[in-house]
């Protein structure tokens, strides 16, 4: 049984961002040589989280309207007030109540069991920032 733990790194450009890195992990995943096991991907941030979804632009469009519909930007919250970094974001801090932080992955055969139409996302909620990362356990034979 082998334990890797991996991070990649990227930036993000908008306010809210679906960023599909579905590619990104299946490259580090075969790069590591574990052909069996569990991938566990897990945002490094309280304001960006990871999801399993369709990749479809215009899914991708629907799902950020709906996100800024669900919770406003210019909602009167208490965070605002004193906000710890100087970024108004307590919006993104509530949109994150209906995300997870992380996602498991089966790997068998050195592919993830996924289904035909998903993708794994890493949802930026106070974007845009110069560098956001996932870090990626792996754990198998």
Same mark, same amino acid.
């Given at each position: 049984?082998?334990?890797?733990?991996?991070? !990649?790194?990227?930036?993000?450009?908008?306010? !809210?961002?679906?960023?599909? !890195?579905?590619?990104?992990?299946?490259?580090?995943?075969? $790069?590591?040589?574990?052909? +069996?096991?569990?991938? @566990?991907?897990?945002?490094?941030?309280?304001?960006?989280?990871? +999801?399993? +979804?369709?990749?479809?632009?215009?899914?991708?469009?629907?799902?950020? @309207?709906?996100?800024?519909?669900?919770?406003?930007?210019?909602?009167?919250?208490?965070? +605002?007030?004193?906000? !710890?970094?100087?970024? $108004?974001?307590?919006?993104?801090?509530?949109?994150?109540?209906?995300?997870?932080?992380?996602?498991?992955?089966?790997?068998?055969?050195?592919?993830?069991?996924?289904?035909?139409?998903?993708?794994?996302?890493?949802?930026?909620?106070?974007?845009?920032?110069?560098?956001?990362?996932?870090?990626?356990?792996?754990?198998?034979?």
């Amino acid at each position: 049984m082998q334990y890797i733990i991996q991070k !990649i790194s990227f930036p993000t450009t908008e306010p !809210i961002e679906i960023v599909d !890195i579905t590619e990104k992990v299946k490259a580090l995943v075969a $790069d590591c040589g574990i052909t +069996n096991g569990l991938v @566990t991907l897990i945002s490094n941030h309280t304001t960006a989280y990871i +999801n399993i +979804n369709e990749r479809e632009e215009m899914l991708l469009k629907d799902m950020a @309207t709906y996100l800024k519909r669900l919770v406003p930007r210019d909602g009167d919250y208490l965070h +605002n007030l004193k906000p !710890i970094d100087g970024r $108004d974001n307590a919006h993104a801090h509530l949109m994150g109540l209906f995300m997870n932080t992380s996602e498991s992955i089966p790997l068998s055969a050195g592919k993830f069991i996924l289904g035909e139409w998903q993708s794994v996302f890493f949802i930026e909620l106070d974007g845009p920032r110069e560098k956001r990362s996932v870090t990626i356990q792996i754990i198998g034979e």
